[in-house]
């Protein structure tokens, strides 16, 4: 799962951008090189961005919901491609480690004088109810500039857009300096159990790179226009904390002041009132600092104020107040499932509740649900929690990599910065960071609104053939010597 990490603040909407004198000659600049103005998409596509679009469509119209879904059949149709395109042998390999789930690892060959890239995305997607939506969320809409369907952003469209890459660079006869692999995971959503993890433990040297790029870091739009480009080089790690309370409970005619919902209901509303420290990382410290550069000047003040030694109250409550800043500054729990009782006519005798915590790196699991113990202050209230989730630390500034994405980034976004971030949720690239790869959340996938995981998910399409031509260029940059 991907969730850009400063999706626009709803207040810093409010302030004009510093990069508003050269929009005119950015939007000219898409147009005249993508060839994306919508009047005229269906006439002005070229091959390679209908090969991306078909792959995308082919994508998003198979169901690969992590729990019911078939990501076998994602891979294989993927394969397919890839196959027709020349790839076989071990430079293309499907992996079906459990029934309905699957993988598909490609490698286009180089001269091998350098370790290779990996360039990952995953392929299974959340649940979408279709009552909910207001188009089918399995079928592949383009409507208003926008493709509709689950999955469009998290992550089938940087799936696609990669696909589609490598078989360019093979039908180019392209010849790099360093192998380029195409990893394309299951279970991304739910852990990674039988994607990444199976990989990692399994296919170890079909993954294995010098640096992996993944999820997580797009280009946050303000107004319309470009306002930051993302490289994701950390992430919160995601512990499932569960509150119960138990009691003998009894018949509802004869209640009792010691009723197990209503004592969850006390301690949750104690923990509402609850909020970890500020503790910045290096990541976040870094983010934090290069958006004072281009905020609204009171924000601006608010970020320098908590980044000093003495931070202002006020200023941090200000910066607390908007959620895509507050998840940067501390670890967030977050109650997101209820439950109890057993019978309408009887007291209940259990009652429980889902904390969903994203813990800093760095930050120990137990440290973590010592906190929610105090802030409950009921010892009746126990909290429990499945498993320790590993301490997974930051990836260490690559200086090719940011050269390549500054370099590529102006040619599409001129003005706006390159920035490290930090997503608050979580990705494969936890997995493989922990497997010593160092990962880089970065897609050229531009936006200023958070539909990922909800109704109608959406990416534009300008956006979309754009990132496709942005990752193919910074990719042929990163594996070639000047």
Avoid at 341 to 358: D, E, K, S, V
Wanted: hydrophobic share 40%; glycine share 8%.
């Amino acid at each position: 799962m991907s969730l850009s990490p400063f999706v626009e603040p709803a207040e810093s909407r409010l302030a004009p951008p510093r990069i508003v004198w050269h929009g005119i000659c950015i939007a000219l600049f898409l147009m005249v090189a993508t060839g994306l103005g919508r009047s005229a998409q269906a006439e002005t596509l070229s091959a390679p961005q209908q090969l991306a679009k078909d792959i995308f469509k082919e994508l998003i119209e198979i169901n690969t919901v992590s729990e019911t879904g078939d990501t076998g059949r994602a891979a294989d149709a993927m394969a397919a491609r890839l196959r027709a395109a020349g790839f076989s042998g071990n430079d293309l390999q499907v992996f079906k480690p459990a029934p309905r789930k699957g993988n598909v690892v490609a490698r286009l060959r180089g001269t091998g004088a350098r370790k290779p890239i990996l360039l990952l995305a995953h392929m299974d997607v959340v649940p979408a109810n279709p009552e909910d939506w207001s188009l089918d969320p399995f079928k592949f809409v383009e409507k208003d500039g926008y493709f509709y369907g689950r999955g469009t952003s998290d992550d089938k469209a940087m799936a696609a857009n990669v696909v589609a890459n490598l078989i360019r660079y093979k039908k180019e006869g392209y010849k790099p300096d360093r192998d380029i692999i195409v990893a394309l995971t299951a279970d991304e959503e739910i852990g990674g159990r039988w994607g990444i993890q199976w990989l990692v433990k399994n296919q170890r040297n079909l993954i294995d790179a010098e640096f992996a790029l993944n999820e997580g870091g797009g280009v946050t739009l303000r107004n319309g226009k470009p306002f930051r480009v993302n490289v994701q080089t950390a992430e919160k790690i995601t512990v499932n904390f569960r509150l119960e309370v138990t009691n003998k409970g009894g018949h509802s005619s004869l209640p009792t002041a010691d009723n197990a919902i209503y004592r969850l209901a006390e301690g949750l509303t104690r923990l509402a009132k609850f909020s970890f420290p500020v503790n910045l990382n290096p990541t976040t410290r870094a983010s934090l600092e290069s958006i004072t550069e281009i905020e609204s000047p009171r924000m601006a003040t608010d970020i320098r104020s908590v980044l000093s030694d003495r931070p202002d109250p006020a200023a941090l409550a200000r910066l607390s107040a908007n959620p895509t800043y507050n998840a940067q500054l501390r670890t967030t729990c977050v109650p997101t499932l209820l439950e109890g009782g057993h019978a309408a006519n009887a007291l209940p005798q259990t009652a429980h509740a889902t904390i969903n915590c994203r813990i800093l790196p760095g930050e120990a699991t137990e440290d973590v649900r010592m906190a929610l113990v105090r802030a409950l202050a009921d010892d009746q209230i126990s909290v429990t929690h499945a498993a320790q989730a590993a301490l997974r630390a930051p990836s260490d500034r690559n200086e090719e990599l940011w050269s390549a994405i500054e370099k590529t980034a102006a040619e599409f976004w001129p003005g706006a910065p390159v920035v490290s971030v930090m997503v608050p949720g979580s990705t494969d690239g936890r997995i493989l960071r922990d497997a010593g790869i160092p990962t880089y959340g970065h897609t050229g996938l531009a936006s200023g609104e958070a539909r990922a995981h909800g109704k109608d998910e959406r990416v534009m399409v300008t956006s979309f053939l754009e990132s496709g031509e942005y990752l193919y260029r910074l990719v042929k940059r990163l594996s070639e010597r000047k």
